[in-house]
């Protein structure tokens, strides 16, 4: 009879610990300027400016396209990026592109990068810009 309580507690616990599903097959890295030139010199990575279109007319990084964050079809833009092929996003200092990073992640994309610091740092660390 005393074995009875641990009995349940055990079978609970595995059932309970069995059942639960870690999603790892999407990831998001927060990487640094570079990381991320690396990543752009290898070619493995598209690259997303999420900045407002005004933003993204005073400099860039080369190859970047700009989806805006905040546009209200952003995700009907992002949907047209290829989630099986890892992605780079950044903005002006890294608040936007972790909340993209973020939306990425739940909406299936397997591999996500985000700058630290955004092209803030990106200029700060001497990396060029397109204008």
């Known amino acids: 009879m005393k074995y009875i309580p641990f009995l349940l507690i055990s079978f609970f616990s595995l059932t309970f610990f069995s059942c639960k599903q870690i999603d790892e097959s999407s990831t998001v890295e927060l990487i640094t300027v570079e990381e991320m030139d ?3 010199e290898m070619g493995k990575v598209q690259l997303i400016d999420v900045r407002t279109p005004d933003e993204y007319a005073k400099g860039y990084i080369e190859g970047a396209i700009n989806i805006d964050f905040r546009n209200e079809n952003f995700e009907e833009q ?5 989630k099986s092929k890892p992605v780079a996003v950044y903005c002006g200092r890294g608040g936007r592109s972790s909340k993209c ?3 990425m992640k739940k909406a299936g994309f397997k591999k996500i990068y985000d700058l630290d610091g955004g ?3 990106w200029k700060y660390k001497g ?5």
């Open 38 to 40: 690396s990543l752009l």
């Open 78 to 82: 992002i949907e047209k990026i290829d």
């Open 101 to 103: 990073s973020a939306y």
């Open 119 to 121: 092209i803030t740092e």
């Open 127 to 131: 990396k060029k810009v397109v204008k």
